[in-house]
Structures are given as structure tokens and as C-alpha cells.
């Protein structure tokens, strides 16, 4: 069995965690610096970056101490390499750097997306590769097949915004709080889901992908006519990403024949999205699985996951290793 300790850090939340290979997760500690930039209205760079490097050696020591785990004693160092925010993942990356120079142990350099890819192996024991993934976070919307750990094959991608962005805009327009997808969640409980028409872009169309832009106009337009109750709203705009989400992946369903349908990032955090995807896998005869909530939203567990899956491949970094901005799956 092996021990990972992981950093996250590509966007604006810092986290560490202590995972095994064998699904145990030792320790783990998440800081949201939400409040840190609410008062700009979405993630400033600068100031996560900032962020990191004042709070991210305290949850080192901090899932250490909980574990009751010296440095020494664990058997790789994972940290996420990007994609993100570059400022922010050089800082956790150099930490992973510093870390495994002083304890020795190799460094598993892990790509952001690959962690919320595998996280649901995390969580489900039984998930066995192939599957089918709606990754849908914040910066991204993609439709995967999962055939092993660096072994993906692309069936669709947003061409326009990502999922999360679109739950972020949307809130926004509402005048609710960042991070937008819970706020537009809660409120959404309270509308009705048919009292707004909206488009469902790309729905029923041959082509793979997703699209969001023209939802966040429609939006834009039903808050602006003042017409309609935000909580009617919120639950009208939720309801046409789900029906985008389900359309798009039963045609990835078609052209697929995975055994299992999974969903993660953080918009797969959301009850409505879990539960319609759930219902289309079970349509389709397939298995269904999604991570616990926490482990959706940005975290280093995932990370840590990720990073136990690449080290038993053997797959490990060397230290000139760069941060990357962009690297797609
Ligand atoms: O995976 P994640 O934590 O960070 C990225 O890698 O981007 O995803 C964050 C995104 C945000 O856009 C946030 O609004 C959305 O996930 N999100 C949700 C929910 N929780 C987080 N969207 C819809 N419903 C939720 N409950
Ligand atoms: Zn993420």
C-alpha cells in the first residue's frame, strides 16, 4: 500500500490531502478563499496565487499531524500541474517540488482534469475502466471515454462556455454569490422549473458538443424584462442545462459502449444533474456512478487518487517539470 500526499491548488481553493492506494483517505483539509474575492466578483489570479502561499503549508502540516504521518513515511508527492490559474498551480507544484526534495520521494506531477476524471475510483471500488465521464466543472464541459489512467478518448467539448461558468453567470445575473452553482441550486428549490422559457442550445443536433453562451443570454434577457421571480428563473436555467447534460451524453451513450455512465467536476455536485444522468444511465442499462458532493468541488483528495493511480503505473516526475495552463486531457 502506498501513501500520497497531495496539493491542489489551481484555482481559488488550497487544499491537502493523504490518500492510499488503496482508497483510504488518511486526511484531507480544503480552504475556500471565496471571501477573499467576492468583493471583485469572480477569482483574481493574483490574489489566489497569494492565497496559496499563505495557506497551503499549514494544511500540509495539518492532514500530517491528523494522520499521524512524518514526511518521511509517505511514498510520492502528488501535485496538481494544471490546468488552471498558472500563478496558483506553480505555487502548489513548487510545494510538491520542495517536499519531495526533502523527503526523497518522487514527485507525481498530476493534471487537474485527470483528477476529477478518477476521483469516482475513489469512491467506487467496484469502477472498473472503461466508463463514460461528463466532466463538468468550472472551466470545462466534456464527454470522455475513460480507458485507463493517461488513456482518454475525447467525445465532445463546449464550444463556448464550460458548465460551471455558465451555473457562475447565471448567478451573477441573479445578483447571488460566487461560487454560483450552489447559490442557483438552493434558490432553484423554491422555482419552477417550466415558468421560463429557455433555449437548450445544440439540443437534438447531430453534433457532440455543448454550448452555453446562448443560455446565459436568455438568462440575461428573463432578468432584464423583469418578468419573472429569480427563483423561477434559477430553476428554469438548471433545468435546461440538465436537459443539455442528458441529451448530449445519450448521444455519447449511443457511440459508446462503456459499461458504466460516471459524472464529476463540481457542477456534478448538484442534485438535479445526479439525478438525471442517474436516470438516463438506468435507460440505457448501464451502471451508474458519481463521487460524494465534496469530492466533485475542487479538492486534494482527487489529487491524491490521481496521483496513487499514475505512481503504481510507474508513472512518476522529474522536478523541472513546468506548471501548465492549459493541458487538455
Ligand atoms: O470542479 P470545480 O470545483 O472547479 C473547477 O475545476 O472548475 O468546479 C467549480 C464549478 C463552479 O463553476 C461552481 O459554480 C460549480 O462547479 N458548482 C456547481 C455546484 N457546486 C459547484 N454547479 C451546480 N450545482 C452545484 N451544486
Ligand atoms: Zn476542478
Known sequence: ???ILALESSCDDSAAALVTSDRQILAQAVVGQAERHAPFGGVVPEIAARAHVE??????RQVLAEAEIEPGEVDAIAATAGPGLVGGVMVGLLAGKGLALATGKPLVAVNHLEGHALSPRLSDADLDFPYLLLLASGGHCQLLEVKGVDDYRRLATTIDDAAGEAFDKAAKLLGLGY??????EKLAKEGDPTAVPLPRPLVGSGEPHFSFAGLKSAVQRAVASGEHHPADVAASFQQAVVDCFVDRTRLALEASDAPSLVVAGGVAANQSVRGALEQLATDYGRVFSVPPGWLCTDNAAMIGWAGAERFAAGKVDPLDT???ARWPL
Request: glycine letters at 12%; charged letters at 10%; a neutral charge.
Open 1 to 3: 500500500m502506498a501513501v
Open 55 to 60: 495557506i497551503l503549508p499549514d494544511l500540509v
Open 179 to 184: 461560487p454560483g452553482g450552489p447559490a442557483i
Open 322 to 324: 513546468p506548471a501548465r
